[in-house]
């Protein structure tokens, strides 16, 4: 499987971006899609999740400002971020969890907020 990520960039506080991740390969249906980022000097954490069916899961620190979407029939996922904060400043992952066949990443995405 191979996860290629666009979209990235740098935006000044309180303006928007939108990143996409463009999955191929063998992809089974029930999957989890999601955008997890990792700042410097932090773990990565997780931004959203999809699921195939369209459960979505957030982190509170993005509730409300950011929108995970995605097209089953193109294996993509997009990531909409509104409001930005300079703290939202790190390298945005895609991942795909297939469970027991497999977990994919992207090779990232950086996005920067500052004026």
């Known amino acids: 499987v191979q996860l290629v990520e666009s979209g990235g960039g740098l935006v000044q506080p309180g303006g928007s971006l939108r990143l996409s991740c463009a999955a191929s390969g063998t992809i089974f249906s029930g999957n989890v899609m999601g955008w997890y980022r990792q700042a410097p000097g932090k773990q990565r954490e997780l931004v959203a999740d999809?699921?195939?069916?369209?459960?979505?899961k957030y982190a509170d620190s993005v509730k409300g400002r950011f929108t995970i979407s995605r097209d089953n029939a193109k294996n993509t996922v997009y990531l909409q971020m509104n409001s930005l904060k300079p703290e939202d400043t790190a390298v945005y992952y895609c991942?795909?969890?297939?469970?027991?066949?497999?977990?994919?990443w992207g090779q990232g995405t950086q996005v920067t907020v500052s004026l």
């Open positions: 999809i699921t195939s069916g369209g459960v979505t």
């Open positions: 991942n795909l969890n297939q469970g027991w066949r497999g977990n994919a």
